[in-house]
Each structure stands twice: as C-alpha cells, then as structure tokens.
C-alpha cells in the first residue's frame, strides 16, 4: 500500500516546499505516495488519517496551534521540514512575531533541517520517509568536512569584526581561502549541523548556522561559542548572530 502523507505550511516562505517541487524526485515521490492533504497541489479541504506530516513553517499564531495539534492527531509521524518548523527560522528576528519550532507545541518524529533544506539531504530524506526508514543527520559539525578545514589554525584570540567578508574579498575558489575566523569574520561553522554540502562556503561566505545545532539549543551554543572568541563592541551589540534562526525556548 502506497504511504499516505499531509503537507502543509505555518508562518514560512514556502521555499521548501517550493524547493521539495523542484527536486528530481518530486515526479517519483508522487507516484510512490498517496497525497491527502496539500493545499499547494490539491483541492483536499480535509485532514485525514496519514502515515507521514511535513510541516513547513513556525508557529506564530493561535491558529496554527490548534492545526499543528490536528495534523498531530491524524498522522503516525510527523516530521519539520526546513528550518523555521525546526528551530523556529528566520521570523526568529523579529521583535513582534513569534517563531516557535513545531516541538514547543507536539511530539516531532524527526527533523529536515535547512533554509531550505540542501537538495541532496532533502531528496534522500524524502524517500526514505516513503520506504518507511529513518532519516539519518550527520552527527558531525560544519568544519569537520570543511574544504578549507586544513587551513583553520585555530585560534580563538583573534578579534572577529565583521559577519561577512567584504564583496572585493568574497573568493568563489575555496582552494584558495582559508578558514573564516583566521580572518576575523565570524563562521558558526563549529556549532552547526553538517550535510548542506557547505554551500555558502564554497560560494565565498562563512555558515550562519541555518542547519541548526548538532546537539542542545542553537542559542545557548552561540552563546557558548562567542564566549570562545573576540568579538567586536559592535558585533556584541548584534543581536542577529544570536536570533537568526532561533530563539531559546520560554518556560511556560
Ligand atoms: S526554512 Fe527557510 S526556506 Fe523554509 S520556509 Fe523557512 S525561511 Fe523559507
Ligand atoms: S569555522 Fe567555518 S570556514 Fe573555518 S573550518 Fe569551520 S566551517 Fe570552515
């Protein structure tokens, strides 16, 4: 029997679900599935009984709550799809939305992080979902598989000025960089999940740390990290290193 499998959307851009549309495997994740709810391609107005969830998006309003709870009911696993579902995402900057991940509210069998999340990760996560297997996330961090990892050096004393190179400096050829902090422009390379293939690295700019964290709370391991390192008066005045994709859970 085909899995059965919900989409849906809460407070988000739509660029995964827009991204899991653009996957080669899209064709075949639809023929291999039986779609039961999925206001981008359906007219199904009803959420019934399903074996899978992807959930895009944060919470951010009452509403959503009261979905994400039905959803919940209805589905055997759900999962959080991209960022904003996982650690609350972007919205996470501002200072009147709430942006809450998917687990402040209901039980998540597991997560696809990324904003969005990397092809390659995404693409494999969705079949294995729908051969009934686990996803599987790297354990490591970003400089663990690194292409300039050779050349870090660490060196925490080193005072980091700014959050990206300037546009002269961006370099396409990462044969020819070394690592970003060598150079005083701040990477959360070393507190952040590994698997998108380091993609903005290879462009020339350092990880912001949109696959969120490999273990505990994305904001208590910036915390941590920063506390490692030099920073500038005005990078600590900068509240975006530490909310941009997530803020610490409130007690309730
Ligand atoms: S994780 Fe990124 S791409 Fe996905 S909905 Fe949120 S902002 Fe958009
Ligand atoms: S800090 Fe950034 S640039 Fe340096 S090795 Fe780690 S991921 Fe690569």
């Known amino acids: 029997m085909k899995p059965r499998f919900i989409l849906i959307s809460l407070t988000s851009c739509t660029g995964c679900i827009s991204t899991l549309m653009s996957l080669d495997i899209f064709p075949q994740f639809l023929e291999r599935t039986r779609i039961i709810y999925f206001p981008f391609i359906s007219d199904a107005k009803d959420i019934k009984e ?19 709870r039905k959803v919940r009911r209805h589905a055997k696993k759900v999962f959080a799809l991209g960022t904003c579902a996982c650690f609350g995402g972007i919205l996470s900057l501002s200072n009147s939305k709430i942006a809450e991940p998917l687990s402040n ?34 354990e490591k961090n970003m400089c663990a598989n690194c292409p300039i990892w050779e050349k870090m050096e660490i060196n925490f004393q080193i005072n980091i000025t700014k959050i990206n ?65 030099e920073l500038s008066q005005e990078l600590k005045d900068y509240t975006g290193i530490f909310y941009r994709f997530s803020k610490p859970k409130m007690k309730r």
């Open 105 to 138: 509210y209901i039980e998540v069998d597991g997560i696809i992080p990324g904003c969005p999340p990397p092809s390659k990760l995404f693409g494999n996560s969705v079949i294995r979902l729908v051969e009934n297997k686990d996803i599987t996330l790297s």
């Open 165 to 229: 190179p300037n546009p002269e400096e961006i370099s396409l050829n990462e044969e020819n960089s070394e690592c970003f902090l060598k150079k005083g422009i701040l990477c959360l390379g070393p507190i952040t999940r590994d698997g998108c293939e380091h993609k903005c690295i290879k462009m020339g700019l350092p990880c912001e740390g949109c696959m969120g964290p490999v273990s505990k709370d994305f904001t208590s391991n910036v915390i941590n990290f920063l506390s490692l390192i």
């Open 50 to 68: 399903c074996e899978i969830a992807l959930v895009e998006g944060c919470v951010s309003e009452e509403t959503q709550i009261i979905l994400l």
